[in-house]
């Protein structure tokens, strides 16, 4: 029954018969809202008759004033008048469905506090658990069962990168003399530094009259180069770049022999005159990082015992942070007697042209035999950390000996075989030895033209460089040489990574850098003008590679498959692929 008040009086619903059963609703009419007239329902009454008829309310049919309306005729919780048309309900007679509007905030709780919902609640939370655990031990398994890595070997500056060996007097002129100096060395850090090596060589620059003991002072630089002060700042500017500088204190560099003519053993005054060890102190105190002695086949064969004193006087300077390096060189250039001091030596490093021999000794160049002196050499080192040096102060530059089309490709061997590359100033650019009898065989270094190093003023330049033998015009091998360099400091694998040699033929070496689970690299060299196909499958390497760099400026950065992979003539090829577990 339905009853009826005046506007903003109480109205009240009641439902029975076969409707569906709701709460009591109260509510309150908004002023003007017209209330259905009271119907009574009787069997065989018209459709009519049954129905309820539509409530105006402020002329807006009731179920579309909003639910939270003020005028509406809603509780505080939202709950609104149902609208219930004929047949509504389970019972006999029904017809459609309730318009359902959703369920109270009481309601919902008492629905959500039901066992039932109480037990799917408790399951989907230890499932989520479980799930939750299951993933956590699987990640642990993971991480205990994953291979590890190698702990990285300890390595020293000068086994990270190349060194880079320059000649002074003829690398800048500072002060428009027509000599190169120490302060001219210090103007040009910015373009070493951008060579990305981790040290550069400098000197001999003390005071020596040639053969003459008691005028060789090796505390003492020599006015052609600069003075004390100049050096200084050199070290500074060059510790600011991050770049390590390793004096040369050969005592009797200008002389015939670099020891004199000195019995070590004996014990008259003639050493102490020298004084080498004060010199050792003296300049590891002022900051060099490193110590190099050319002539060490004389030593070794007059005073063995000396070497290791100048080791250990070396090693009492250095710290874990600033560790210094005693380096001992030899012109010799048969290879066995080089591999002979290899052994006797026990220092940082051995500087010697173990390797420009191999490559300058035949025409044409055989792969099979480089391959062969190269593993001999480094089976030879044992402990000992190797070097390899093509250009040098002794021999001068790299393009005056080895031929051009093998010019990149020198380089490419230099940075990928194990151990420290030297490099000799201007081989970076292909500078050559002047070749005229009456000149010096010392070369300018080529930085523009014209050169505030005097390319161009300096008496000792015979003419103008062409631009594109210059630092600043240089297009080829100088951006090769930096890629390879900034590779060799940053790769595990090429800085201390397992060598092996894959292939060599007659054309075509190639061998492997492999450190623990970093990237791999597959190092090609092709040492004939020709080009060449090689096919590396069923070596137990993947069918493809990517192109790291190359000395061919027409290689392209793409995947190349090894069952054949095709080297221009004189083109050095660094490829790499990525460790599989």
């Known amino acids: 029954m339905m009853q009826r008040e005046e506007a903003g009086s109480v109205y009240k619903v009641y439902r029975g018969g076969g409707a569906p059963h709701y709460p009591e609703r109260e509510g309150r009419l908004s002023s003007g809202a017209l209330l259905a007239d009271t119907m009574s329902c009787k069997d065989g009454d018209t459709d009519a008759e049954l129905g309820l008829k539509e409530v105006e309310l402020n002329e807006m049919e009731q179920e579309k004033l909003p639910m939270n309306s003020s005028g509406g005729l809603g509780d505080t919780n939202g709950a609104v008048m149902v609208k219930v048309e004929a047949g509504a309900g389970p019972g006999p007679g029904a017809g459609p469905g309730v318009k359902f509007t959703g369920l109270s905030k009481e309601e919902l709780l008492k629905v959500a506090g039901s066992?039932?919902?109480?037990?799917?609640?408790?399951?989907?939370?230890?499932?989520?658990?479980?799930?939750?655990?299951?993933?956590?031990?699987?990640?642990?398994?993971?991480?205990?069962?994953?291979?590890?890595?190698?702990?990285?070997?300890?390595?020293?500056?000068?086994?990270?990168?190349?060194?880079?060996?320059?000649?002074?007097?003829?690398?800048?002129?500072?002060?428009?003399?027509?000599?190169?100096?120490?302060a001219g060395v210090g103007e040009r850090m910015d373009e070493i530094a951008a060579l990305k090596v981790k040290g550069i060589v400098i000197g001999p620059v003390h005071r020596n009259v040639p053969d003459q003991i008691t005028e060789t002072k090796l505390t003492e630089i020599d006015s052609k180069f600069g003075n004390l002060e100049q050096?200084?700042?050199?070290?500074?500017?060059?510790?600011?770049?991050?770049?390590?500088?390793?004096?040369?204190?050969?005592?009797?560099?200008?002389?015939?022999?670099?020891?004199?003519?000195?019995?070590?053993?004996?014990?008259?005054?003639?050493?102490?005159?020298?004084?080498?060890?004060?010199?050792?102190?003296?300049?590891?105190?002022?900051?060099?990082?490193?110590?190099?002695?050319?002539?060490?086949?004389?030593?070794?064969?007059?005073?063995?015992?000396?070497?290791?004193?100048?080791?250990?006087?070396?090693?009492?300077?250095?710290?874990?942070?600033?560790?210094?390096?005693?380096?001992?060189?030899?012109?010799?250039?048969?290879?066995?007697?080089?591999?002979?001091?290899?052994?006797?030596?026990?220092?940082?490093?051995?500087?010697?042209?173990?390797?420009?021999?191999?490559?300058?000794?035949?025409?044409?160049?055989?792969?099979?035999?480089?391959?062969?002196?190269?593993?001999?050499?480094?089976?030879?080192?044992?402990?000992?950390?190797?070097?390899?040096?093509?250009?040098?102060?002794?021999?001068?530059?790299?393009?005056?000996?080895?031929?051009?089309?093998?010019?990149?490709?020198?380089?490419?061997?230099?940075?990928?075989?194990?151990?420290?590359?030297?490099?000799?100033?201007?081989d970076e650019i292909g500078l050559q030895d002047y070749q005229q009898p009456e000149l010096n065989k010392t070369p300018w270094m080529l930085w523009d033209v014209p050169s505030k190093g005097g390319v161009i003023s300096n008496t000792n330049n015979p003419g103008t460089p062409s631009s594109n033998l210059t630092v600043e015009g240089q297009k080829s091998l100088l951006p090769l040489f930096k890629k390879l360099s900034l590779l060799k400091t940053k790769e595990h694998s090429l800085l201390f990574g397992e060598f092996q040699s894959i292939y060599s033929s007659d054309a075509v070496y190639v061998y492997s850098r492999i450190w623990d689970q970093s990237d791999r690299f597959l190092v090609l060299l092709n040492f004939r003008k020709e080009p060449e196909t090689v096919s590396l499958s069923g070596r137990n390497l993947p069918t493809q590679a990517s192109v790291e760099l190359s000395s061919s400026a027409k290689r392209p950065k793409e995947m190349v498959s090894l069952t054949a992979i095709h080297l221009a003539g004189g083109e050095g090829l660094v490829l790499k692929f990525p460790y599989v577990a």
Request: a neutral charge.
């Open 115 to 182: 066992p039932a919902w109480v037990r799917a609640r408790w399951m989907l939370l230890i499932l989520f658990w479980l799930g939750w655990l299951g993933m956590l031990a699987g990640a642990i398994a993971i991480i205990v069962q994953a291979p590890r890595c190698k702990p990285l070997p300890p390595n020293r500056w000068w086994q990270q990168g190349g060194l880079y060996q320059l000649a002074v007097s003829a690398f800048q002129d500072s002060d428009g003399n027509g000599s190169g100096d120490l």
């Open 231 to 426: 050096m200084e700042k050199l070290l500074e500017t060059a510790r600011r770049k991050g770049i390590k500088v390793i004096l040369d204190l050969t005592p009797n560099y200008r002389g015939k022999q670099e020891w004199f003519d000195i019995n070590f053993n004996r014990s008259d005054d003639s050493q102490d005159l020298l004084q080498e060890k004060a010199a050792f102190q003296y300049w590891l105190q002022k900051g060099v990082d490193g110590l190099r002695l050319r002539g060490i086949e004389q030593v070794l064969r007059s005073a063995p015992s000396r070497v290791e004193e100048w080791q250990n006087l070396t090693r009492n300077f250095s710290t874990d942070e600033n560790p210094r390096a005693l380096i001992v060189a030899t012109v010799k250039t048969n290879p066995e007697e080089i591999l002979q001091l290899l052994n006797q030596s026990d220092t940082d490093l051995l500087f010697s042209y173990y390797l420009r021999e191999t490559l300058i000794s035949s025409n044409p160049l055989s792969a099979n035999t480089i391959q062969q002196r190269v593993q001999k050499y480094i089976d030879n080192c044992g402990k000992t950390w190797p070097s390899w040096a093509v250009g040098g102060y002794e021999v001068g530059h790299m393009a005056s000996s080895v031929e051009q089309h093998l010019r990149g490709l020198v380089h490419v061997m230099l940075f990928t075989l194990p151990g420290t590359p030297f490099i000799y100033y201007g």
